[in-house]
Every structure is written in C-alpha cells, then in structure tokens.
C-alpha cells in the first residue's frame, strides 16, 4: 500500500514538470524580481532622448500638408551664408558678373574685383578720412597703352589716398612712411586753390588725387621712373571720368618722365621695349604721327636686343609694335583693347 501512494506521488509531479515545460513557466512574483541597477535606468533614459530628438527634427523639418521646410534660424541658400561671410570683416563689395557668390569668391573662371572701405588718419593734419582698399583683383581686359578695366567698384582714382584738408596724397604703402614736414608743406601750397573742390565733392576726382600725389612724391625726392608710371596712371583716372584736359596735361607728362628715365638707363633691358612702346602709343593718341613712328621704331630696335641677349621670342609685345606702328601710319588716334 505505501509503494503505491509513492509511485501515484511521483507519476504526478512527473505530469506537473511536463505540464511546465509545454506551456511556459509562468512570470515571477513581483516581490521575487531583481532590483533595477542604476546604469540601466541610465541607459533606458539616453535611449528615450535620442528617439525623442529625431522626432522633433522631423517635426521642425515637415510643415503643412507633409511639405517639406528648412528652420527657420538656419539660413535658406547658400547666398546667404556668403553673404553673412563677407558681413565679419568690415564692409566688403563683390563683382560676379552673374557667377554664384561663395565667401570672398566668385564661382567660375573670372574671379571679381573684392575691395575693403576702411576710416584712417591722415598723417600730416590728424584728420579721418574714407578709403577703399583693393584686396584682391583679377582682370583680363587691357587697353593698347595698358591699362587695366577694374570695373565699377574699383577705379585707378582709388589708387590714390588723398586728404582734403591739407592736400596730402599717397600710395596705401607710402601713405603712413615718415617724411619731413616742411618741404611736404611748402610742395602742397601751390594745391591750396583746389582744396576747395575737394573738400566740397563726396569723391575727390582722379586727376587732383595724381595732382596731389606728384607734390606729395616731389617732396619725398622721387625719381623720373616712377613719375612715368604715376602720370601714366593719372592719364588712366582722368580717362575713366572723362576729363579730356586733365587726361591730355598727364599724357605729356608721362612722355616727358618715360623718355628721361629711358635716356638715362635706368630700366633694365627687358622692360625697355615697353616703355619705348608705351611712350610711342601716347605719341599716336596725341596725333603726333613722326614721334610715334619713331619711337615705334626704337621700341622695334630695344626689342632686338632683348631677344639676342635672353634669347627669347618677341611675344605679345612684338605683335602690339607692329599694330602700333600700323596704326600710326594710317593716322588713327582710337584706343584699342588688346586681344
């Protein structure tokens, strides 16, 4: 009798195991459980952040009717961006010419003008004055004398820094450089009779801002050479804002202080056939047709040498004597752009 209560006793906890392995253990009570660790809980919650941040992306990124819309604090092209750029360091202008504006340049071949208006002190009365400042500048287009088409947000006037109320005149890198007083006073009293018009106009015209500046250089002791390249830049002003008077006045000058550095040997070899060039182009814009076919002439023979002692070909400035002097002897006066 007792074998067989033992046997009924263990048939059914065989049947209750059987029972448990078909149809799952059941979950345990919540007081028999494991504590949750703190790192867990940790982990739960940066999960539950993250989800929760890329639905409010999505929730900024989608607008009405399942449209898609850019935040409103983030700028929304990339013209804005550059424009907000070129905003940080002072006031800066761009030239495209139609190209797509990125930061300081201009996407495409042609890379425009990119100037800087700056307030300084003049040096010599202590006054504040406007300036503009080139900081870079890329330009194909030349005349037959060489000069260079800036375009409009920079002109061969803002070469020039000058001040109204003492006449005071200069180069960006020569205008802070020290001089002395006196002579640079006693050079700029002739100028006091135009100091008027200068402090009167907003811009202060290109030929009085050469005017100015051969005074102010006169004082410093400058040589001819550099006088030819200054008149010849003040001839290239008064073009730009068509002052007939002050362009034929600074073309003679520059023939005159050209022709004395070239008779004096100052330029090397290499660059002497441009400025006998450049002196017998100014000579066939003024219509004095022999001293233009001379100087072409000369221009013709520096080159020769140039080319025996480099031993080099002629190049562009062959090309632009010989049309020069074609030029000349069919008495045409017009400016050309150089291929």
């Not at 009779?193 to 005074?215: F, H, M, N, V």
């Not at 080319?307 to 080099?312: C, I, L, P």
Request: with cysteine.
């Amino acid at each position: 009798m007792g074998r067989s209560v033992q046997t009924v006793v263990c048939f059914f906890g065989v049947w209750l195991g059987a029972l448990s392995l078909v149809w799952g253990a059941s979950p345990p009570h919540p007081a028999t459980r494991p504590a949750k660790t703190k790192t867990h809980q940790k982990h739960k919650a940066k999960s539950n952040t993250k989800i929760s941040a890329k639905d409010t992306k999505k929730a900024r990124k989608t607008g009405p009717k399942g449209r898609n819309t850019a935040p409103a604090s983030q700028p929304t092209s990339k013209k804005a961006k550059a424009t907000k750029k070129t905003k940080k360091k002072g006031k800066k202008y761009i030239l495209c010419k139609g190209k797509k504006v990125y930061g300081k340049y201009c996407l495409g071949r042609v890379i425009g003008a990119l100037v800087e208006h700056r307030s300084i002190r003049c040096p010599l009365k202590g006054e504040t004055i406007k300036v503009i400042v080139l900081k870079s500048l890329n330009s194909r287009k030349r005349d037959s004398d060489l000069r260079v088409h800036h375009g409009k947000n920079f002109m061969h006037r803002d070469y020039i820094w000058m001040c109204p109320q003492s006449g005071y005149a200069a180069y960006p890198r020569d205008f802070r450089r020290p001089f002395d007083k006196r002579k640079m006073l006693s050079a700029l009293r002739p100028l006091k009779k135009w100091l008027k018009l200068a402090k009167s106009e907003k811009i202060i015209p290109g030929w009085l801002r050469y005017q100015a500046a051969a005074a102010s250089y006169w004082a410093r002791g400058k040589k001819p050479r550099f006088f030819g390249r200054l008149f010849l830049r003040a001839m290239w002003a008064a073009r730009e804002e068509k002052a007939r008077a002050a362009e034929r006045r600074f073309r003679f000058r520059a023939i005159a202080a050209m022709s004395l550095a070239l008779k004096k040997k100052v330029y090397p070899l290499k660059k002497q056939p441009t400025i006998a060039y450049l002196i017998a182009e100014l000579f066939r814009q003024a219509g004095k047709w022999k001293k233009a076919t001379a100087w072409f002439e000369q221009a013709f023979v520096l080159l020769e040498k140039a080319k025996k002692k480099y031993k080099r070909k002629g190049g562009a400035i062959e090309r632009m004597i010989i049309t020069g002097k074609q030029r000349a002897d069919k008495r045409d006066k017009k400016i050309y752009l150089l291929p």
